[in-house]
T-cell receptor, first 111, second 116 residues
Framework: EDKVVQSPLSLVVHEGDTVTLNCSYE??????LLWYKQEKKAPTFLFML????IEKKSGRLSSILDKKELSSILNITATQTGDSAIYLC???????????FGQGTRLTINP | DADVTQTPRNRITKTGKRIMLECSQT?????MYWYRQDPGLGLRLIYY???????NKGEISDGYSVSRQAQAKFSLSLESAIPNQTALYFC???????????????FGPGTRLTVL
């Protein structure tokens, strides 16, 4: 059974800190790993990582895929209160044509 | 206007009632999904549809049914609602296949359903 596990489940830091969120997976025939940010309601897409694109960066956010360790990290530097959200990791298996989501990490940035 | 819309946004109902949640999209995607989200459990897939004639069960389809009325519309029904179906429900669409087979999903705003 395909499985995605995120850690920590909850994290509270101060504005300006750097955070690292983890996602590990057990998937048959891995195709891609996606990160989403969920603020108030709907998740919004952040990054997609595949075998041909194992590192992505956008502003203060960056993500790396480690196919050997079957995991990914999402880094946020110089955090701001607007980064407070639930961060979701999802994995797509080739042939499955659907995403399996982790439980999410609730990140709280205090001013 | 939002690309993916859901109605209603909030609903309170009683045990045993039939409930329909509706989803519409203007993105022109063939693929549509229904998820439920519960605290600590992330998003779990209920049903998904690759086109109007192709509907598939997800990991937690028991107690739910769906209808794909058109490419743009995908409805989720609870035939006889029970309290443990209280959750936040999301509809999503996907452009899988449009760019060579990788899946980016676009979510609606969610429907908060409470079953008393």
């Amino acid at each position: 059974e395909d499985k995605v596990v995120q850690s920590p489940l909850s994290l509270v830091v101060h504005e300006g800190d750097t955070v690292t969120l983890n996602c590990s997976y057990e998937v048959t025939n891995f195709r891609s790993l996606l990160w989403y940010k969920q603020e108030k309601k709907a998740p919004t897409f952040l990054f997609m990582l595949t075998s041909s694109g194992i590192e992505k960066k956008s502003g203060r956010l960056s993500s790396i895929l480690d196919k050997k360790e079957l995991s990914s990290i999402l880094n946020i530097t110089a955090t701001q209160t607007g980064d407070s959200a639930i961060y979701l990791c999802a994995v797509e298996a080739a042939g499955a044509q659907k995403l399996v989501f982790g439980q999410g990490t609730r990140l709280t940035i205090n001013p | 206007d939002a690309d993916v819309t859901q109605t209603p946004r909030n609903r309170i109902t009683k045990t045993g009632k039939r409930i329909m949640l509706e989803c519409s999209q203007t993105k022109g995607h063939d693929r549509m999904y229904w998820y439920r989200q519960d605290p600590g459990l992330g998003l779990r897939l209920i049903y998904y549809s690759f086109d109007v004639k192709d509907i598939n069960k997800g990991e937690i389809s028991d107690g739910y049914s769906v209808s794909r009325q058109a490419q743009a519309k995908f409805s989720l029904s609870l035939e006889s609602a029970i309290p443990n179906q209280t959750a936040l429900y999301f509809c999503a669409t996907s452009d899988w296949g449009y760019r060579g087979g990788t899946d980016t999903q676009y979510f609606g705003p969610g429907t908060r359903l409470t079953v008393l």
